[in-house]
């Protein structure tokens, strides 16, 4: 009886160069080669690799090969947190520019802590990507970890949230304009006791944006009240914590602009709970566009920070730093600002005083 002959099994996990060089019998140079068709293996040699490669569908790591030879398709993105609207549509942006490009994303979270924001920049460089996109957390107060990225001439780009200074790559909305343009929505329906609740101050964001409230109060004439500011983390029960305050004054405001949706819908829903009526009684307006706003009821007045736009503006930036890298020449420093638009909703509209929503202007690139 003739021996059975030996059975060849497809390996259940990924096969690797590695992999096929062994079963042939041959170095990993010599399969690499002959993959890529070079001149110095013989077509008998080709054949047998190809063969081998296509029974087992070899998936060459393009990533790897691309280290080696110095031209990294990998971007990194370091985002504080992917919950809500806003940054996963940032991403989703940036995603679609980089694709567009060639290139692949690795995606971080800081989870708003500097201790994490400080690994990831680690983790990126580590990975040898090709630049780095970020956005810093808000307990961020130190920043020696981006100047050691800069300092390795990696290029970086800052979106929404940055670092001080001004000889910075960056894309962020013009959260000041954001701030004063739904202030001035509220003071034109009515408001006399505009309310304001503030994100933590230490980021710019929320510093600028409470500066739009103050000069759109300016303008009308009014002062700004201590009283009616009230300044915490974006969340539901801060703003309904803020709006209990407010209502247990002796004059308590009679509208409502936060920084933040959140922080909005839980002012809303405090009024409401209290008796009041929104937007009669408590005009409501809020920060980010997220994606309970349009459903909520009533509907949430809003500022679009134009997310989708800012992640390929930020990958488009990054991409012409590394362009410019690769061919030797200067770049100077470069802020594009993306203008803010205001999406009235019913939160806002009372009875006989409708606004129209302001012209959206062009967008500032900032030398």
């Known amino acids: 009886m003739a021996p059975r002959k030996k059975a060849t099994s497809v390996p259940n996990s990924p096969v690797s160069m590695a992999d096929l060089a062994r079963e042939l019998g041959v170095s990993m140079t010599t399969v690499s080669r002959a993959l890529s068709d070079h001149f110095s293996i013989g077509p008998e040699m080709k054949l047998k690799v190809q063969k081998l490669a296509k029974k087992y ?18 971007l990194g993105i370091i985002v504080p947190y992917l919950e809500g609207r806003f940054f996963p549509k940032v991403v989703r942006g940036m995603e679609t520019a980089a694709s567009r490009a060639g290139y692949n994303v690795v995606i971080c979270q800081s989870n708003e802590d ?18 780095i996109l970020v956005s810093v957390s808000r307990t961020t107060d130190d920043f020696r970890h981006f100047e050691k990225v800069r300092g390795r001439g990696l290029p970086l780009v800052f979106f929404d949230r940055m670092m001080p200074g001004d000889a910075l790559n960056a894309v962020v909305l013009d959260d000041r304009e ?21 994100g933590l101050q230490q980021l710019t964001i929320y510093r600028n944006r409470y500066q739009g409230y ?56 405090e009024a409401e709970r209290q008796g009041l009526v929104v937007p009669t009684d408590m005009a ?11 459903i909520a009821k009533p509907s949430i007045t809003t500022v679009d920070q ?38 009235i909703r019913e939160s806002s509209q009372r009875l006989g005083r409708l606004s129209p929503t302001p012209e959206p202007l062009a967008d500032a690139a900032v030398q």
């Open 57 to 74: 569908n070899y998936q060459p790591n393009r990533m790897a090969s691309a280290l080696r030879k110095g031209q990294s398709k990998l």
């Open 284 to 294: 409501v307006g809020g920060f980010s566009n997220e994606t309970f706003t349009p």
């Open 114 to 131: 500097l201790t994490h924001e400080r690994r990831n920049i680690e983790s990126l460089l580590s990975a040898q990507v090709a630049g």
């Open 214 to 269: 103050r000069d759109a109060l300016a303008e009308a004439g009014l002062p700004v009240e201590e009283e009616l500011t009230y300044f915490g983390d974006n969340t539901e029960e801060a703003g309904a914590e803020a709006m209990r305050r407010w209502l247990a004054l002796p004059n308590p405001p009679d509208a409502v602009f936060a920084a933040g949706d959140y922080a909005a819908l839980g002012a809303m829903q």
């Open 178 to 198: 954001g701030g004063y343009l739904a202030t001035r929505h509220l003071l034109a329906q009515g408001g006399r006791r505009v309310a304001h609740f503030g």
């Open 306 to 343: 134009r997310c989708d736009e800012m992640g390929q503006a930020a990958v488009r930036l990054l991409l012409e730093l590394i362009d410019a890298q690769a061919q030797g020449l200067d770049f100077a420093s470069r802020q594009l600002v993306l203008r803010p638009e205001l999406i």
